[in-house]
């Protein structure tokens, strides 16, 4: 399971063969995912019209945030490349048996429920321990490409994402895209199994799984800079993991700049994240990249403002670009503070905390978006989300060990 000692790159990340497999096996993954959850929304508004298809995909939601911080201490448990093998095959195993289902006999909405609801708990154990894995495939001073691969990745995937769910759809409909997912999920389960990856240190004592979870938690609440960096992550990701999309569209409609603006405006959006990532991938280092990561917050912050309060199409697809551009470069650079600050007894763990920061956090604001624009205009909202990001800002800046937070390099290390 695992192989020699990582420890001393001969190249830098993006030439790396075994971090470009893990990059490989990641961009197939999340590809699956946005063609299974498309494949799974078209499938359950077939089956019982659009009223139904919150309740599928809350199926899937609601274990994986639950299960999360369960799925960080399994993760550290058992290593991350054994429970993201596992749990990947198992849900390339269950999408495909969706597939053969829906191929044999309509879909019901119990059955899409069901299938969600697996997904959504296996997805709670996958996503720690792929999270947990950039640290065991490459060095230190590495893990701020590697996060920046990983941002292009996920861009990558959700460009291409839909555009297979929507031919497979219109070809085969749900069961040829839930097969497609499935097969996606099997390009990523077999390039996961050529990955090496470095042992830990020692051997971890084991406990109840209780226990060694309240001990993670311990670790992160103690931690001088893990226990702020985690609040900044849960504060700056609140509103840009889903919320601001919705008042996005709201935005767009109130300002008469229709379907097309608002599809000018993210993809703009897109364009500056995608550019982020390019940029921490080829740059060999960020210095003082604890001001770094609260200055782009800083920025931010003004876009979000900014762009609920342009005057013309133009300027919100220049505020649009401007805030892909520098949340992209904070949220690389607090994923890398993560994975280097962490011992690697707790990085399951810690990740879980994280994971759950950005995806439990930002669905409460989701109620908040349509209450706030049909009461006060879109322009509040996105004020909203700027002072929201300015907080994340200033509790970077305020402390101490986070304002003065470096990557390490191997020599540090």
């Known amino acids: 399971m695992s192989a020699p000692d990582t420890a001393v790159p001969l190249r830098p990340a993006y030439r790396d063969a075994n971090v470009l497999?893990?990059?490989?096996?990641?961009?197939?993954?999340v590809a699956g995912d946005v063609v299974y959850f498309l494949a799974l929304s078209w499938a359950a508004t077939r089956a019982g019209g659009p009223s139904q298809v919150g309740?599928?995909?809350?199926?899937?939601?609601?274990?994986?945030?639950?299960?999360?911080?369960?799925?960080?201490?399994?993760?550290?448990?058992?290593?991350?490349?054994r429970v993201a093998v596992l749990s990947d095959a198992v849900r390339c195993a269950v999408i495909l048996a969706a597939a053969a289902a829906v191929a044999l006999a309509p879909a019901h909405i119990w059955l899409l429920a069901v299938v969600a609801?697996?997904?959504?708990?296996?997805?709670?154990?996958?996503?720690?321990?792929?999270g947990a894995l950039p640290p065991r495939i490459t060095t230190v001073d590495q893990l701020a490409r590697v996060?920046?691969?990983?941002?292009?990745?996920?861009?990558?995937?959700?460009?291409?994402?839909?555009?297979?769910?929507?031919?497979?759809?219109?070809?085969?409909?749900?069961?040829?895209?839930?097969?497609?997912?499935?097969?996606?999920?099997?390009?990523?389960?077999?390039?996961?199994?050529?990955?090496?990856?470095?042992?830990?240190?020692?051997?971890?004592?084991?406990?109840s799984a209780r226990n060694e979870l309240r001990d993670g938690l311990r670790y992160v609440r103690r931690h001088r800079?893990?226990?702020?960096?985690?609040?900044?992550?849960?504060?700056?990701?609140?509103?840009?993991?889903?919320?601001?999309?919705?008042?996005?569209?709201?935005l767009a409609d109130e300002r008469g700049w229709g379907a097309e603006g608002m599809g000018w405006v993210a993809?703009?959006?897109?364009?500056?994240?995608?550019?982020?990532?390019?940029?921490?991938?080829?740059?060999?280092?960020?210095?003082?990249?604890?001001?770094?990561?609260?200055?782009?917050?800083?920025?931010?912050?003004?876009?979000?403002?900014?762009?609920?309060?342009?005057?013309?199409?133009?300027?919100?697809?220049?505020?649009?670009?401007?805030?892909g551009l520098t949340s992209g470069f904070a949220t690389t650079l607090t994923g890398a503070l993560v994975q280097t600050e962490t011992d690697p007894r707790y990085l399951g763990r810690v990740t879980s905390v994280t994971?759950?920061?950005?995806?439990?956090l930002a669905p409460v604001l989701f109620p908040a978006v349509g209450v706030t624009v049909a009461l006060w205009g879109a322009g509040t909202f996105f004020a909203g989300c700027g002072a929201i990001c300015l907080l994340a800002a200033v509790l970077g800046l305020s402390v101490p060990a986070l304002r003065h937070a470096e990557l390490k390099s191997s020599k540090s290390a």
């Not at 497999?21 to 993954?29: N, Q």
């Not at 609801?117 to 792929?130: K, N, S, Y």
């Not at 996920?154 to 291409?160: F, G, K």
């Not at 994971?355 to 439990?360: A, F």
């Open 225 to 250: 800079l893990l226990a702020p960096l985690v609040a900044v992550i849960g504060l700056s990701e609140m509103c840009f993991s889903g919320p601001v999309a919705t008042g996005l569209v709201l």
């Open 355 to 360: 994971t759950l920061c950005t995806l439990g």
């Open 117 to 130: 609801l697996i997904f959504g708990v296996v997805d709670a154990v996958f996503m720690p321990a792929v």
């Open 55 to 81: 309740l599928v995909v809350a199926a899937g939601a609601l274990p994986r945030a639950v299960l999360m911080l369960g799925g960080g201490v399994v993760a550290d448990r058992f290593g991350p490349r």
């Open 267 to 323: 993809s703009a959006f897109s364009i500056g994240a995608t550019a982020s990532a390019l940029l921490l991938t080829v740059v060999p280092r960020v210095p003082r990249a604890g001001t770094t990561m609260s200055a782009a917050l800083l920025v931010t912050a003004a876009g979000a403002v900014g762009l609920g309060q342009a005057p013309s199409l133009a300027m919100a697809v220049a505020f649009g670009a401007l805030i």
């Open 147 to 207: 996060q920046g691969m990983r941002g292009l990745s996920i861009r990558l995937s959700n460009a291409v994402g839909p555009l297979v769910a929507g031919a497979v759809l219109v070809s085969g409909g749900a069961a040829g895209a839930f097969t497609a997912a499935g097969v996606l999920f099997a390009v990523s389960l077999g390039t996961l199994l050529t990955v090496r990856v470095t042992p830990p240190a020692g051997t971890p004592r084991r406990t």
């Open 21 to 29: 497999r893990w990059l490989t096996a990641y961009t197939a993954s």
